[in-house]
């Protein structure tokens, strides 16, 4: 199927360290939303991206989206513990059916 | 102002029995979508309910049956349970005229045995 696919599958990293992980589809995206799921938790909806190269920040967080709208990227600069949890990127397939990637699990050694 | 609400929170079955999952949506919303997410793995989507039938579904055998009520609620059925239907079963709200962000509650934790 047309998915999206995401790297790294695993990143660890010392608190104050930088994290970055990518999402991309062989297919244009008509958008692209990332979620944020802490361990043993749901998923948590953190933005969505519809124009090619849009860049959105929230505080620490860094979201771009590709000007051919086929990739994107989440960048958080110096993370904190509270950053640990597993990224996943996911784009809408028809009316609302989300797609999501592999996730990437973020773990952080204070 | 109460979120997506699911239960049971934790269900144990054994390879053969049904179960049912329940699902309310935040205040407001009007669909539905069931996600299954196995560990270490991205959710998927199983189907999507509208108005009380099935909007959209996933590559998921009939053994997965669904339901809307009038007041927006949702029911997940799974038939003939197997092993690899082991996995967190997620509900998802929204709105059906907005293209954006959906509200997941905490998830049913399923375990065949």
């Known amino acids: 199927g047309q998915q999206v696919m995401q790297i790294p599958q695993y990143q660890h990293v010392q608190e104050g360290e930088d994290f970055t992980t990518y999402c991309n589809s062989s297919?244009?995206?008509?958008?692209i939303q990332w979620y944020k799921q802490r361990p043993g938790g749901h998923p948590v909806f953190l933005i969505q991206?519809?124009?090619?190269?849009e860049v959105k920040k929230q505080k620490r967080l860094t979201f771009q989206f590709g000007e051919a709208k086929k990739n994107s990227s989440l960048h958080i600069t110096a993370t904190q513990t509270t950053d640990v949890g597993t990224y996943f990127c996911?784009?809408?397939?028809?009316?609302?059916?989300?797609?999501f990637g592999q996730g990437t699990r973020l773990t952080i050694n204070p | 102002d109460a979120g997506v609400t699911q239960s049971p929170t934790h269900l144990i079955k054994t390879r053969g029995q049904q179960v049912t999952l329940r699902c309310s949506p935040k205040s407001g919303h009007d669909t539905v979508s069931w996600y299954q997410q196995a560990l270490g793995q991205g959710p998927q989507f199983i189907f999507q309910y509208y108005e009380e039938e099935e909007r959209q579904r996933g590559n998921f055998p009939d053994r997965f049956s669904g339901h809307q009520f009038p007041n927006y609620s949702s029911e997940l059925n799974v038939n003939a349970l197997l092993l690899g239907d082991s996995a967190l079963y997620l509900c998802a709200s929204s709105l059906v005229q907005q293209n954006n962000e959906q509200f997941f509650g905490p998830g049913t934790r399923l375990t065949v045995l």
């Open positions: 996911a784009k809408i397939q028809g009316a609302q059916k989300l797609v």
């Open positions: 991206l519809v124009k090619s190269g």
């Open positions: 297919t244009t995206l008509s958008n």
